[in-house]
């Protein structure tokens, strides 16, 4: 919406409602909060961490760009204990994106971080459980699958209200490159990954286009396999530049585009880590496939057709993945 369409007093196209929490104020949580907040859709959002004073100084920033930017959103920060308290704050939250937990360090894959994660995401649930019983939880620690999967179990929901961010950033780094490599507007691009957030990726070449022409027909198998891998791994090749952190900016914009979708309730379909049973023949697992979204979170997971090595690989990866959300249940 223009500027001048909100001029005289007219209300913005969403009104301005309900409370989005996040937990964990690193890069990744302060950037997703920032993000949220920005839209300007919510009444409030609010920003945790251990890290004594670190939310509310964030949360005091963050409010002082409000008459810059133009955005009414309230940011809260607040510092919670050990045992719990501080969580309060999030109370009657609507969503809930839970970043806590260590980021990779080079030479570390995701899964060198499950056991620790494990501990800290499965405290987090229990306290947002305690707090705000009726969120739709968004999980963006690492290893993705296997944390979602965690947060699901440790919190007794319906598992249509707990979903992963994966997809739509592995996706934004997909149609990036391509982008890139063919030097076109990102905007031209469509490109769809499902599967795991790592190693079982599983690109969807014929869910590929740019400008409506299928990408197989503008770059060789090769060089598309090329992108693939960059793709896959693209966390790992930043933490590499980075050396002291990991990723943030993107990951932060799909997790607040997720966000944004459970708020406004309008059943954007987009790739998330989501509860399969029984889609593409696969039972019982969180994988990365297209959903609808809406306020209770993923109304359905949407099952395109695929190729049958798209959907041969789709179901090694839910097997990979499996394997791993059995052993993560047990930490």
Sequence with gaps: MSHSASQGGQPPTTPRGGKVAVIGAGFYGS????????????????????IEGKPEGLALDMNQSRPVEGFETKVTGQTTGADGDGYEAIAGA????????????????????????????????????????EAVLIVVS????????LAAKVSGFPSARVMGQAGMLDTARFSNFVAEKLGVPVGSVRTLTLGSHG?????????CSVNGKPLAELLPAEEIEALVQRTRNGGGEIVALLKTGSAYYAPSAAAARMARAVAEDAGAVMPVCAWVDGQYGIDGVYLGVEAEIGSAGVRRV??????????????????AVRAKQADVASL
Excluded at 31 to 39: F, P, S, V
Excluded at 96 to 123: F, W
Excluded at 142 to 149: F, I, K, R, W
């Design 31 to 50: 950037t997703t909060a920032q993000r949220l907040a920005e839209y300007d859709i919510f009444d409030e959002v609010v920003l945790t961490d251990i």
């Design 94 to 133: 609507d969503i809930v994106v839970i970043t806590a937990g260590l980021a990779r360090k080079p030479g570390m894959s995701r899964m060198d971080l499950i056991e620790v994660n494990a501990k800290i995401v499965r405290n987090v649930v229990e306290n947002v459980v305690k707090h705000a019983p």
């Design 142 to 149: 690492n290893p993705l699958d296997e944390m979602t999967a």
């Design 199 to 207: 190693d079982t990726m599983v690109p969807v070449p014929s869910a």
């Design 302 to 319: 949407v099952e395109r057709d695929l190729s049958e090595a798209e959907l041969a690989a789709l179901r090694a990866a839910a097997e």
